[in-house]
């Protein structure tokens, strides 16, 4: 079991760092108490997000699995932007949340379906197989989801949710980055 795990912090490891240090003091400096919708810190979450879907797309190895892993990390840009509620003043223009979902939901199962034709498993099982797993990045991203949804549930607090949810999304990147080297 231990062969399968790589135990090495690689430098896109110290990127996220950064990036949190600069969160946090950026927090404090304007000291914020609450993260509001389509503030700063809620935009450059579409910067990883939006890295993560170039970096997939312009992977050679491996090409179904990060081809799915792009329309995943589209979607997340997309929920991240309220499928484009954000752009439309409601008042001027009736947002139809229940065509969104269908929408969604047909986004999903073609990505599903692509990943069902093109037998997206054959890739995962030969990383698998053939990767050492990033365990402290991966910690680091099981970390983060429990800072968030603690942080929503009980804190209320939607600094160290927000933070949080930056650091998953620029590790998540960051895991891209690691495997499309490997």
Not at 145 to 153: D, F, G, R, W, Y
Request: proline fraction near 1%; charged fraction near 15%.
């Amino acid at each position: 079991m231990i062969k399968f795990l790589d135990f090495k912090f690689y430098k896109e490891n110290y990127l996220v760092v950064v990036a949190l240090i600069v969160s946090v003091v950026f927090i404090k400096i304007f000291n914020l108490n609450e993260i509001l919708e389509n503030s700063f810190l809620e935009n450059i979450q579409l910067l990883a997000l939006f890295g993560g879907f170039v970096a997939c797309l312009k992977t050679k190895n491996y090409k179904t699995f990060f081809t799915f892993l792009a329309l995943v990390m589209l979607l997340m840009f997309a929920r991240e932007i309220s499928y484009g509620r954000v752009f439309i003043d409601e008042n001027v223009v009736h947002f139809n949340k229940k065509l969104c979902h269908i929408v969604v939901g047909i986004y999903i199962g073609l990505s599903v379906l692509y990943a069902l034709i093109k037998k997206v498993w054959i890739d995962i099982i030969t990383i698998i197989k053939n990767i050492a797993f990033p365990f402290w990045t991966f910690f680091a991203s099981i970390a983060c989801v429990v800072a968030q949804l603690l942080s929503e549930k009980y804190l209320h607090n939607t600094c160290i949710e927000e933070t949080a949810e930056f650091m998953l999304y620029s590790l998540m990147l960051a895991l891209i980055l690691i495997y499309r080297k490997k």
